[in-house]
Protein backbone atom coordinates (compact mmCIF):
# COMPACT_ATOMS: atom_id res chain seq x y z
CA UNK A 1 0.00 0.00 0.00
CA UNK A 2 2.72 2.20 1.04
CA UNK A 3 4.27 1.63 -2.86
CA UNK A 4 1.21 2.55 -4.52
CA UNK A 5 0.68 5.50 -2.64
CA UNK A 6 4.74 6.87 -3.53
CA UNK A 7 4.02 6.29 -6.93
CA UNK A 8 0.72 8.39 -6.69
CA UNK A 9 2.34 10.85 -5.05
CA UNK A 10 4.82 11.03 -7.59
CA UNK A 11 2.68 10.99 -10.87
CA UNK A 12 0.90 13.79 -9.06
CA UNK A 13 3.98 15.95 -8.57
CA UNK A 14 5.75 15.77 -11.88
CA UNK A 15 4.33 18.37 -14.23
CA UNK A 16 2.38 17.23 -17.05
CA UNK A 17 4.54 16.83 -20.47
CA UNK A 18 3.39 17.61 -23.95
CA UNK A 19 4.86 18.04 -27.09
CA UNK A 20 5.68 21.55 -28.67
CA UNK A 21 2.79 23.08 -30.43
CA UNK A 22 4.99 25.21 -32.93
CA UNK A 23 8.24 24.16 -32.52
CA UNK A 24 9.20 27.77 -30.76
CA UNK A 25 11.40 27.54 -28.29
CA UNK A 26 10.61 30.50 -26.23
CA UNK A 27 14.34 30.71 -24.66
CA UNK A 28 15.73 30.84 -27.90
CA UNK A 29 16.26 34.47 -28.60
CA UNK A 30 14.51 35.92 -32.07
CA UNK A 31 16.83 36.80 -35.09
CA UNK A 32 19.23 39.47 -34.29
CA UNK A 33 18.55 42.68 -36.76
CA UNK A 34 20.06 42.47 -39.64
CA UNK A 35 23.32 44.94 -39.86
CA UNK A 36 22.78 47.41 -42.74
CA UNK A 37 25.73 47.02 -44.92
CA UNK A 38 28.80 49.84 -44.76
CA UNK A 39 29.87 52.43 -47.43
CA UNK A 40 33.86 53.05 -47.55
CA UNK A 41 34.68 56.83 -48.77
CA UNK A 42 38.19 58.19 -48.84
CA UNK A 43 37.85 61.73 -47.61
CA UNK A 44 40.49 64.41 -48.38
CA UNK A 45 41.73 66.22 -45.41
CA UNK A 46 43.47 69.81 -46.89
CA UNK A 47 44.74 70.33 -43.29
CA UNK A 48 45.96 67.30 -42.27
CA UNK A 49 49.94 65.91 -43.90
CA UNK A 50 48.13 62.35 -44.53
CA UNK A 51 45.56 63.79 -46.91
CA UNK A 52 42.86 61.92 -46.65
CA UNK A 53 40.87 58.98 -44.54
CA UNK A 54 38.49 56.30 -45.26
CA UNK A 55 35.47 57.10 -43.45
CA UNK A 56 32.63 53.52 -43.43
CA UNK A 57 28.86 54.74 -42.95
CA UNK A 58 25.59 53.18 -44.07
CA UNK A 59 23.72 54.71 -46.49
CA UNK A 60 21.45 56.57 -44.62
CA UNK A 61 24.00 57.99 -42.64
CA UNK A 62 25.84 59.25 -45.80
CA UNK A 63 22.47 60.73 -47.14
CA UNK A 64 22.46 63.00 -43.64
CA UNK A 65 26.03 63.66 -43.85
CA UNK A 66 25.79 64.82 -47.42
CA UNK A 67 22.67 66.89 -46.65
CA UNK A 68 24.73 68.57 -43.94
CA UNK A 69 27.77 69.48 -45.87
CA UNK A 70 25.55 70.77 -49.02
CA UNK A 71 23.90 73.45 -46.19
CA UNK A 72 27.28 74.49 -45.45
CA UNK A 73 28.60 74.59 -48.83
CA UNK A 74 26.26 76.06 -50.95
CA UNK A 75 28.80 75.56 -54.04
CA UNK A 76 28.17 71.83 -53.60
CA UNK A 77 24.23 72.02 -54.09
CA UNK A 78 25.09 73.08 -57.33
CA UNK A 79 24.13 76.72 -57.16
CA UNK A 80 27.63 78.45 -58.09
CA UNK A 81 27.39 81.67 -60.52
Avoid: F, Y
Avoid at 7 to 27: E, K, Y
Avoid at 32 to 44: L, S, T, Y
Avoid at 57 to 68: F, G, M, N, P
Amino acid sequence: MNLLALLAAAALAAPPVSPDPGGTDPAKPADPPKKERKICREEMITTSLHGSHRTCLTAAEWKVRDRSSQDLDPRAAGNAH
